[in-house]
């Protein structure tokens, strides 16, 4: 049940991105609301498939990387849905949409096959140490979109021959504000998931990074954006803080595909 | 009775010949109250402007009343009425629609989404109606091109990107500013353009404003015409610090603005970008200083680059604007030609009405003691009769009046129904 679901979530979400690029193209505003009519029926979807699955494994659909990505994609797309409706960023679309395909497909290949639940993944501090390590993922995924808009836009300008996207992209300012915000945002979640990770793995296993990728490459992309948030605070902005945005971001898509494909405690 | 539009406009009329036929408005005045006096024309709008010289009107005979109506133009002006015959266009009845919804709209503009035509068009239209020359057609289009033309302005960006260099470096610095509010203008030398550009970023909120020049008498001066502050030419790197929009334009030889003292301005002064407009020939800014991150410098022909980019922008919405106006010409076709059926389409349902009530009486007048249940059943029964035989008929006459075909059926309805005279 929550498969069939799941796929039509997907289905609706690549319908909702080929209409972000036509709006990109072709700024007609009816484009944009069924952009819009898409992604919303997508979220809907995908809340009921998660609600499914987790009633059928009776516990939060967070015990495998494959369902916490997906349930990431979810706060994703909310994130999006909500700052898009409050900053009139309608271009917004066209630049996170494709993350969220490219994680739900990724996720949903994965999906096929339920995992048995490990004996010692277990306890609420679990569930929390996941959940808040998502937000900060989804924020995040929000701070590259916007630092890749930045760079887009930064580069039309600098480049003095204005093309289609200086006139679709929003100006420096508001660009630069986004990426900022983002970052605030997911910093204080991934932190506190991971410390949370980090005390929970030390009580359940006894040592805490001990051979796992996953664990190791997260501490390293958190270190990039605790870099970026104290540069942000020495004065750093625009075109650095933006290149930094995207090499965290890679240094968190790296994270997750080790946990997909390496072998770790993470499964 | 035809609605037509006739002139000539920049579009196949030289400037001389235009020049020759604008009318200032008390010859309009004249022009309109002679149309009404010799009955050329039922209604007309003469829209006069530098770029265009068009008559609306409503005729029996278009030929004749347009003739009349140049003739008369020509006669005032003494132009020689072979040379405008050649330069006129005619468009008669739904392509006379088309045009007025697309001049009004600034689709049939020199420079495409100027602004100026829609209140032109505006002006002669309230001229026309003080000159009582304007009657239900003219009313009725020229209304709906006013709102076919805010609905072009707000659904399309064709009057959005600037098409002057001035304006074009107060988008940019939007582009790069966001607001502009609270922007410190440094202006680097005298000169009407920096000038001009400086007042449309004051409009749109940028202060304060710092003048520098060689002369100090004149720093003072421009810093009084722009209620800003003069700043003596040895304090420059001073004002660069404290500026975000630097606009130079100084005859110097040798860049006012070099490498370094570029790097010297962005020192320390954190997120904040520095926006050059450099509007001097030669160059008053280093081009390498566009290499500075953070800092983006625009000389005069970068922004006249930008500014033919805005233009073809403009082209490309222009044509998103025209699959706009051909839909509201559409529509507005449709709802005249339903107008033109609609009381055909009355009188028919009331001659119905007046057998069905009349049969109705007579039946519940014949059944006498009927219970208000059976009254209530016939007048349903009835009234469904006539609705479903209406239904056909009506329908018909509304597809015809939209294919233009509605003459025929209008008088077939009549004969059939004996509706009487219409």
Not at chain 1, 17 to 44: K, N
Request: proline letters at 4%; one cysteine or more; hydrophobic letters at 50%.
């Amino acid at each position: 049940m929550h498969a069939i679901l799941m796929n039509l979530a997907i289905l609706a979400y690549v319908v909702a991105t080929g209409l972000a690029f036509a709006y990109l193209v072709e700024r007609q505003e009816w484009i944009h609301r069924l952009a819009r009519v898409a992604t919303g029926a997508g979220w809907a979807l995908q809340t009921t498939a998660l609600v499914a699955l987790g009633h059928a494994l009776g516990r939060p659909p967070l015990g495998s990387l494959p369902e916490a990505v997906s349930v990431a994609v979810w706060v994703l797309v909310l994130l999006e849905m909500w700052l898009e409706r409050r900053s009139g960023l309608k271009v917004l679309g066209a630049f996170v949409l494709p993350i969220v395909l490219v994680f739900s497909l990724k996720s949903a290949a994965a999906h096929q096959q339920l995992p048995e639940i490990v004996p010692t993944l277990s306890g609420a501090w679990l569930w929390v140490h996941i959940g808040l390590a998502l937000i900060g993922i989804a924020a995040f995924a929000l701070n590259f979109a916007g630092a890749l808009m930045y760079l887009l836009q930064e580069r039309q300008l600098k480049a003095r021959r204005p093309g289609a996207l200086y006139y679709r992209l929003p100006d420096l300012e508001t660009l630069d504000r986004l990426t900022y915000r983002t970052l605030a945002l997911g910093f204080p979640f991934l932190t506190t998931g991971l410390v949370l990770g980090v005390l929970w793995a030390g009580a359940a296993w006894g040592s805490v990074f001990a051979f796992d990728p996953l664990a190791l490459l997260s501490a390293v992309a958190w270190v990039i954006y605790a870099g970026t948030l104290a540069g942000r605070a020495a004065g750093w902005h625009g075109r650095r803080a933006a290149y930094f945005a995207v090499i965290g971001f890679a240094a968190l898509v790296l994270t997750l595909g080790a946990g997909l494909f390496l072998p770790g405690r993470h499964g | 009775m035809a609605l037509f539009v006739a002139g000539l406009s920049h579009k196949n009329a030289p400037v001389e010949l235009r020049e020759q036929l604008a009318l200032e408005e008390d010859k309009l005045r004249e022009l309109l109250r002679d149309v009404a006096a010799t009955g050329a024309a039922r209604e007309a709008v003469v829209l006069s402007t530098c770029n265009r010289v068009e008559v609306y009107a409503v005729a029996e005979a278009p030929g004749e009343a347009r003739a009349a109506m140049f003739r008369h133009l020509c006669r005032h002006r003494g132009v020689d009425p072979a040379a405008v015959e050649a330069a006129l266009y005619t468009h008669l009845e739904g392509d006379a629609v088309r045009h007025a919804f697309r001049v009004t709209a600034s689709l049939d503009s020199m420079m495409i989404g100027e602004p100026q035509i829609l209140g032109q068009v505006k002006d002669a239209f309230a001229l026309a109606q003080s000159c009582e020359t304007v009657g239900p057609a003219l009313h009725t289009m020229f209304t709906q091109a006013f709102a076919v033309a805010k609905k072009v302005r707000t659904e399309t960006e064709i009057a959005r990107h600037a098409v002057s260099v001035s304006f074009a470096a107060v988008e940019l610095a939007k582009k790069i500013f966001g607001g502009l509010a609270g922007k410190a203008i440094l202006l680097v030398g005298a000169g009407k353009m920096s000038e001009l550009a400086a007042r449309h970023l004051v409009e749109q909120g940028a202060f304060p404003i710092y003048v520098a020049n060689r002369t100090w008498a004149r720093a003072q001066d421009l810093a009084r015409a722009l209620a800003g502050t003069p700043v003596p030419f040895d304090a420059l790197d001073a004002a660069l610090a404290g500026a975000d929009i630097v606009i130079t334009s100084t005859a110097a030889s040798e860049p006012v603005v070099a490498l370094d003292r570029a790097r010297g301005a962005m020192h320390g002064r954190g997120a904040r970008p520095l926006f050059f407009i450099d509007i001097a020939v030669p160059r008053n800014v280093e081009a390498s200083v566009n290499t500075l991150d953070n800092v983006y410098c625009y000389d005069i022909d970068d922004l006249r680059q930008v500014v033919d980019a805005n233009i073809r922008e403009r082209l490309r919405e222009a044509q998103r604007a025209e699959a706009l106006v051909e839909r509201e010409v559409a529509r507005y076709l449709a709802r005249l030609g339903d107008v033109e059926v609609i009381p055909t389409i009355v009188s028919l349902r009331e001659r119905l009405e007046e057998i069905r009530a009349g049969e109705v009486r007579r039946t519940l007048a014949r059944l006498g003691g009927a219970s208000p249940e059976t009254r209530e059943a016939i007048e349903a029964l009835s009234a469904a009769i006539v609705n479903k035989i209406l239904h056909a008929p009506i329908t018909k006459l509304r597809e015809s009046s939209r294919a233009g075909s509605s003459r025929s059926w209008l008088d077939l309805v009549h004969e059939l129904f004996a509706l009487g005279r219409k």
